[in-house]
């Protein structure tokens, strides 16, 4: 009995660790003195949806916080973008599953730009990343 209490003790130790751990990080992104924050506001036709982005200055290095887009429908999945000289730029697939102890992990890196117009998010069939978006969902310019 006090075996499996010591047991569920430590697991919960370790969840509450990954959680620590994940809110450092976001933290740190959020401080960085040369991380930009832009805004990626709903388009039009979309209703609340919204996102945020953290560029780094010095780098290039892009994050994403994309607690605030609305879970995608089945069979669908968000891709983000970068407008660079007037061109999308595929930044990868933003994956909403990540979880710790229930709760969404909010920032994610995703590749990098060294410089950009704007940032976008757009939903699209589940699969493999598109070359150019098809429904944009959030967008921000710099």
């Given at each position: 009995m006090l075996s499996k209490e010591l047991?569920?003790?430590q697991t919960d130790l370790l969840k509450q660790k990954e959680i620590t751990g994940a809110m450092k990080q976001d933290m740190g992104v959020m401080a960085d003195r040369n991380a930009q924050p832009v805004s990626l506001n709903a388009m039009p036709d979309v209703a609340?949806?919204?996102a945020r982005i953290y560029w780094m200055k010095n780098s290039g290095e892009v994050?994403?916080?994309p607690s605030n887009l609305p879970a995608p429908p089945k069979g669908k999945q968000y891709q983000f973008w970068a407008i660079v000289d007037g061109v999308p730029e595929s930044g990868g697939m933003i994956n909403t599953d990540i979880e710790v102890n229930g709760k969404k992990v909010h920032?994610?890196?995703m590749k990098s730009f060294g410089r950009a117009q704007a940032f976008a998010v757009s939903l699209?069939?589940?699969g493999p990343e598109k070359p150019?978006?098809?429904k944009v969902i959030v967008m921000g310019k710099i």
């Open positions: 047991a569920s003790t609340d949806a919204a994050y994403i916080d920032i994610q890196k699209e069939d589940a150019v978006p098809s």
